[in-house]
């Protein structure tokens, strides 16, 4: 429940980081997890957790000085979290895919996961079905419907441009983030607690 049943009485601020969901530590909590991380700007150490799940209280794009995040709030009795991610990451895009698929009336739960043999990670979207086991959020679109990306060349660098997809999902996430707020607007959060963690890899630290 929750992510492992923290206490915080302001929110607090998760990104999906190899496979976890991590968060700066708790000097207070010497029973959580925690676990370094190793970047190029040195190594870190996270609290961290196998998972994220509570009711989407609302979500929000916002612009912060290194780039544009895609932040869902959630709520799970006392304990208030923040799910943040690059607005343009491959976490943020597996949200977008089966975004308009959630039943937000329902607790949904988020794991960071690596599948088996593949060199990257991925977010699932869970919720949890009529036996009352999670199960994956299927997918809103259908693959013919989402502007392909397109490899360009930047400084030398083939990269994959993303603008196309991104500028879909933005139409569908504008009305996603109305429908949250038609569900979300009974559930009493304090405001957000900015967390000071470093920036760096891809954008993680924090």
């Given at each position: 429940?929750?992510?492992?049943?923290?206490?915080?009485?302001?929110?607090?601020?998760?990104?999906?980081?190899?496979?976890?969901?991590?968060?700066?530590?708790?000097?207070?909590?010497?029973?959580?997890?925690?676990?370094?991380?190793?970047?190029?700007?040195?190594?870190?150490?996270?609290?961290?957790?196998?998972?994220?799940?509570?009711?989407?209280?609302?979500?929000?794009?916002?612009?912060?000085?290194?780039?544009?995040?895609?932040?869902?709030?959630?709520?799970?009795?006392?304990?208030?979290?923040?799910?943040s991610m690059k607005y343009d990451s491959d976490e943020a895009i597996d949200f977008y895919n089966r975004m308009k698929k959630v039943d937000f009336r329902k607790d949904v739960q988020f794991v960071h996961w690596k599948p088996k043999d593949k060199a990257y990670y991925r977010l699932l979207v869970m919720q949890q079905g009529d036996e009352g086991k999670w199960q994956s959020v299927g997918y809103?679109?259908?693959?013919?419907?989402?502007?392909?990306?397109?490899?360009?060349?930047?400084?030398?660098?083939?990269?994959?441009?993303?603008?196309?997809?991104?500028?879909?999902?933005?139409?569908?996430?504008?009305?996603v983030i109305e429908q949250v707020a038609l569900y979300g607007n009974t559930a009493k959060r304090p405001e957000p607690v900015e967390l000071d963690i470093p920036n760096g890899d891809n954008d993680l630290p924090f």
């Open positions: 429940m929750g992510a492992n049943k923290l206490s915080h009485s302001h929110t607090t601020y998760f990104k999906p980081l190899r496979g976890f969901l991590v968060t700066k530590i708790n000097p207070d909590d010497p029973n959580e997890d925690r676990m370094s991380f190793k970047f190029s700007t040195g190594s870190y150490e996270y609290a961290v957790f196998s998972s994220l799940d509570g009711y989407i209280t609302s979500m929000e794009v916002k612009d912060i000085d290194y780039g544009k995040m895609l932040n869902i709030y959630l709520s799970d009795g006392p304990d208030n979290f923040c799910l809103s679109f259908e693959k013919d419907e989402v502007p392909a990306w397109r490899e360009v060349e930047m400084n030398g660098e083939k990269k994959w441009d993303r603008g196309p997809a991104l500028k879909f999902y933005a139409q569908h996430l504008k009305e």
